[in-house]
């Protein structure tokens, strides 16, 4: 059996748009890709570590343990052997708290994906294969998070191909969320049920494309 970790923020977790509730395994794009591949004929075995509020290397001063760099690697550790990690960071690296842009976020996915391929697993385990997702673009938050993201569609204009350029040189796959889902209208940052399903199917796609598995 393959095993795939995806190491995420809330766009993964599930959240629907301006609730505080999560949509279930089968509905939120995570289960979509492990149901997709599995279809496909491959054993998969998909682990969800996704946190709200995420950013790939930066602390929330408000809430502990939004810095994704740190445990990574005893992430990377924990779950060994991996055959996979799917990143899909960076857009609460656009919250107000941060006044970064593009290329200073696709930095930090960079130093995420050095954590990993650097991670303390046992010596006959493999390093696992490194996807690199680029989140659909913030488009005009609304709702009660959009203070947290004021200006957010402003500055993060670019990450795709940032992101695009950091996976090319870090010899890592790349695969850009805007070219199958925007971003849901509701807030302007989540993804509903239906781009879940969509994200889900072209992820598995583009992982059995590529033969990563």
């Not at 682990?47 to 408000?62: A, K, S």
């Not at 509903?192 to 494309?209: N, S």
């Given at each position: 059996m393959k095993q795939i970790l995806i190491y995420a923020d809330s766009l993964t977790w599930g959240i629907i748009p301006n609730t505080r509730n999560r949509l279930p395994f089968d509905q939120r794009w995570p289960?979509?890709?492990?149901?997709?591949?599995?279809?496909?004929?491959?054993?998969?075995?998909?682990?969800?570590?996704?946190?709200?509020?995420?950013?790939?290397?930066?602390?929330?001063?408000?809430?502990?343990?939004?810095?994704?760099s740190e445990g990574l690697a005893q992430v990377i550790e924990m779950h060994s052997p991996l055959d996979l990690v799917i990143l899909l960071l960076g857009t609460n690296d656009f919250q107000c708290t941060h006044q970064h842009n593009a290329w200073l976020s696709a930095q930090g996915t960079a130093k995420l994906i050095q954590i990993i391929r650097q991670a303390p697993i046992e010596p006959v385990m493999p390093v696992p294969d490194i996807l690199v997702v680029s989140p659909p673009q913030i488009i005009a938050p609304k709702g009660p998070i959009a203070h947290k993201f004021k200006d957010a569609e402003l500055r993060c204009v670019g990450l795709s191909a940032a992101l695009q350029q950091v996976a090319e040189e870090a010899g890592v796959h790349f695969f850009d969320a805007a070219r199958v889902t925007d971003a849901s209208?509701?807030?302007?940052?989540?993804?509903?049920?239906?781009?879940?399903?969509?994200?889900?199917?072209?992820?598995?796609?583009?992982?059995?494309?590529?033969?990563i598995l």
């Open positions: 289960g979509v890709f492990e149901h997709a591949v599995r279809q496909a004929g491959t054993s998969v075995r998909v682990i969800e570590n996704c946190l709200n509020g995420r950013r790939t290397v930066w602390p929330d001063p408000f809430k502990p343990g939004r810095d994704g209208v509701v807030d302007g940052i989540h993804l509903d049920a239906p781009q879940h399903r969509v994200l889900g199917d072209a992820i598995a796609k583009e992982v059995l494309d590529l033969a």
